[in-house]
């Protein structure tokens, strides 16, 4: 059974700056589309960033020029830098496939951003 295992989170100051990392267990990361998720306190969970296999990622507008998503395929990790950190960012962030999530949801880290 393939597994997500999401680190990383942590509180932060509006405007400092956090990198998450997802590690994939039980398959290689290769053969997956990946995707960062956030969950805040009362939302739905919406997807972040994604990247394709083959490296070329995209952002939603709402982090786009603040958050990079970047991929290792031989360590089988996913990362999500995330700079210019606003208090609205504060949320529970998941590692899955993209852009449908097709892998049981990890445990997330919590990403708070506070004064």
């Known amino acids: 059974q393939v597994q997500v295992v999401e680190s990383g989170g942590d509180l932060v100051v509006p405007g400092g700056s956090l990198r998450l990392s997802c590690t994939v267990i039980?398959?290689?990361?290769?053969?997956?589309?990946m995707g960062w998720y956030r969950q805040a306190p009362g939302k739905q969970r919406e997807l972040v960033a994604q990247?394709?296999?083959?490296?070329?990622?995209m952002s939603s507008n709402f982090v786009r020029g603040r958050f990079t998503i970047s991929r290792d395929d031989v360590k089988n990790t996913v990362s999500l830098q995330m700079d210019s950190l606003k208090p609205e960012d504060t949320a529970v962030y998941y590692c899955?496939?993209?852009?449908?999530?097709?892998?049981?949801w990890g445990q997330g880290t919590q990403v708070t951003v506070s004064s």
């Open positions: 990247i394709t296999a083959h490296g070329h990622a």
């Open positions: 899955n496939t993209a852009p449908m999530a097709l892998i049981s």
């Open positions: 039980g398959n290689s990361l290769s053969l997956y589309e």
